[in-house]
């Protein structure tokens, strides 16, 4: 169960990441075929914003790359549950203020993996 934990953990992290780069270094360009409901005038004039909100993406990538990193299971297992529980948070708000897409997309692979690793966490000495 760890592994399949580790993998979705990994998948988080790699999204996010995904997130950073699309928010801050292609937001004007690829940004465009993948927010398709936005109007396309506004991603010159929202680009530092967007920015802004890739460069909080990369923080919580590096938090899940950090507990990847981590040997020791217990210390492993609460640094992934703390940013997992960030990303389904940022989900669910994602998902009630902008689209419910947000919540399938980022909320429902890192909810998976919370649940994971409370199941890990339950059954440490």
Known sequence: MILIAKIILGLVAFLHLYFLW???FA?????KKVFR????????PTK???????????FLAAGL???LCITDTYWQCNVALFFLACVVIAGI????SVSKK????QGVPALVGLVLWILIKTNLP
Do not use: C, H, R
């Open 48 to 58: 530092a914003m967007a920015a802004n909100q890739g460069l909080y993406n990369g």
């Open 65 to 67: 790359i950090w507990a």
């Open 102 to 105: 947000i919540m399938v997309v």
């Open 93 to 96: 708000y994602g998902g009630l």
């Open 27 to 31: 937001w004007t360009t690829k940004a």
């Open 22 to 24: 699309l928010e801050m």
């Open 37 to 44: 409901s936005f109007p396309k005038d506004l991603f010159e």
